[in-house]
């Protein structure tokens, strides 16, 4: 079974400063992908980025980047030039690619970005 | 496009009484998903469907039901509402699974209170 964690329960970052979520997986997979979900006071859920754990090169989204460690099993996301749009809970979630495979969410991390 | 869609955005039950969750998708996608998140928890997995007519149980099936008589449509019953169940209900649905092109696309939540 696959967990993740989500250790920090919230982060705050003044606007225009770049703050970085951490985000940690087990599993026993070798192909599996991951995600960054944001989720805003408006409770929509938002695909923020994806990550294919066969590809070496860090995913990028304009001001989101995430640092992929595999070997440590570390999957951080980093929010350069913060925006007060960017107050959100953020959800790391986890999907192996086999058939039947289920999304795994951690459990949230609310950041506020501070004007 | 819609995208996903979901009815009722807010609904008040009594324990004991029954309701349907109707979610709705117009990208033409053979997977859809209910989740419940609750304060802490993360998102979890209700049920699932992979096609038309198919549905599977996951993470936390017990007093739900689904159906999926079509494609774009997947609905969640609960037949006898407990305290519980209080939580806020996510739809998703996705192209494929597990095969790159998996992305969920979420709706914009059910917020269920029982009392």
């Known amino acids: 079974a696959q967990t993740v964690t989500q250790s920090q329960p919230e982060m705050s970052v003044q606007e225009a400063e770049t703050v970085t979520l951490s985000c940690t997986y087990d599993t026993s997979e070798n192909n599996y992908y991951l995600f960054w979900y944001k989720q805003p006071p408006s409770r929509q859920m938002i695909l923020v980025i994806r990550q294919e754990a066969y590809k070496q090169q860090n995913a990028t989204e304009n001001r989101f980047s995430v640092n992929f460690q595999k070997a440590a099993k570390s999957f951080s996301l980093k929010i350069s030039d913060s925006q007060l749009g960017d107050t959100a809970m953020y959800f790391c979630a986890f999907m192996a690619t086999g058939a039947n495979s289920k999304l795994t969410f951690g459990k949230g991390i609310t950041l506020s970005v501070r004007p | 496009n819609a995208g996903v869609t979901q009815t009722p955005k807010f609904r008040v039950l009594k324990t004991g009484q029954s309701m349907t969750l109707l979610c709705a998708q117009d990208m033409n996608h053979e997977y859809m998903y209910w989740y419940r998140q609750d304060p802490g928890m993360g998102l979890r997995l209700i049920h699932y469907s992979v096609g038309e007519g198919t549905t599977a149980k996951g993470e936390v099936p017990d007093g739900y039901n689904v159906s999926r008589l079509k494609k774009q449509n997947f609905l969640l019953g609960l037949e006898s509402a407990a305290p519980s169940q209080t939580s806020v209900y996510f739809c998703?649905?996705?192209?494929?699974w597990g095969l790159g092109t998996d992305t969920q696309y979420f709706g914009p939540g059910t917020r269920l209170t029982v009392l």
């Open positions: 998703a649905s996705s192209y494929a």
